[in-house]
């Protein structure tokens, strides 16, 4: 599969910018000499590497989830029953949701950078490299299911079916993380978003 590929300088950039993120700070209103000054660069090396500011956040972000995925798709590799695999991906939302929960649904499509997604669909190349990883993590995860006989196995004209169950399954259980139900601890909505996944699967 091929991945992006970006040089030192810009990974310390990108580092640099998902610092100040973290930190609180609205991509917005982040300026060039905040960036330059976390990544330990100048100002103008920034613009060696970008046309300006919002493409280097743009490719900071799409940089910080497509490594996020590719961690991902390890961690699942390294189970071997389709509920396990499947785990992995509930406590790694879970463990992102625990340790910055306001950053977590930032990045959500529903988040504060929803008006940002214009942005970032510029950047087709690096939104297919990303979409590339999250294919493979489910791909993974649906094997091990057939395998085991816990789901059936679909005709390639519904592999999209098969994916917006997923999608639908996690995205419940992360609507369980920032919008919580009144005593519901994790464990009982990692069990529920599992349930409806081979109920719609099976």
Known sequence: MQEMKFSSKEKAIFAGIMALIREGINPYTIKVSDIAKRADVGKGTIYDYFISKEEAISKALLH????????????????????????????ILARQADENKEQCKMFSPLGELSDFYEHLADYQEYLQANDRWVKRIFEDVFEAGIREGLIRSLEDEEESYRE????????????????????????????????ILVKALS
Do not use: C, N
């Open 64 to 91: 910080h989830l497509g490594r996020g995925l590719e961690e991902t798709l390890q961690a699942v590799e390294g189970k071997d029953g389709f509920r396990d695999k499947y785990y992995v991906i509930l406590w």
């Open 164 to 195: 917006m169950a997923i999608i639908g399954a996690l995205a419940a259980f992360a609507h369980s993380l920032y919008h919580p139900v009144t005593s519901l601890p994790a464990e009982t909505a990692m069990a529920a978003s599992y349930r």
